[in-house]
C-alpha cells in the first residue's frame, strides 16, 4: 500500500474501526494497512509515542485472522522497527547529556 497523508489514514481508521468485528477480510486489511500507514507517518514526523501507541491499538482491536496474517506481520515488523529506534535515540540523548 503506497503511503497515504495523514488525513486519509485517520478517515479509513474513523469509518472501518467501530464495525471492526463485521468488517470483510478486504476492509480488515485496509484498516491494518491504515494504522501501520498511520504509524509510518508518525516515525517521519518523529513523534514515536504517537507511532507507538497507534501500532499497539491496532494489533489490540484487529482479530487474527488468515487474511490478516501479513497486514499483522507488517504492523509486528514496524513495531519492532519502531521500538528499535526509541531505544537507540534514547541512548543517544543519554551519551549527550
Known sequence: MPLLNLKKSQ???QKL????DQLS???????AEAYANLATLYTHQERLDLALATIE????????????????????S????????????????????
Open 11 to 13: 478517515a479509513i481508521i
Open 17 to 20: 474501526e467501530p464495525r471492526v
Open 25 to 31: 477480510s478486504a476492509d480488515a486489511r485496509r484498516l
Open 57 to 76: 491499538g491496532a494489533l489490540g482491536l484487529l482479530p487474527e485472522s488468515t487474511q490478516l496474517i501479513d497486514a499483522l506481520a507488517e504492523i509486528h
Open 78 to 97: 514496524r513495531y519492532a522497527v519502531l521500538y528499535k529506534e526509541v531505544a537507540r535515540r534514547q541512548r543517544a540523548s543519554e551519551r549527550t547529556a
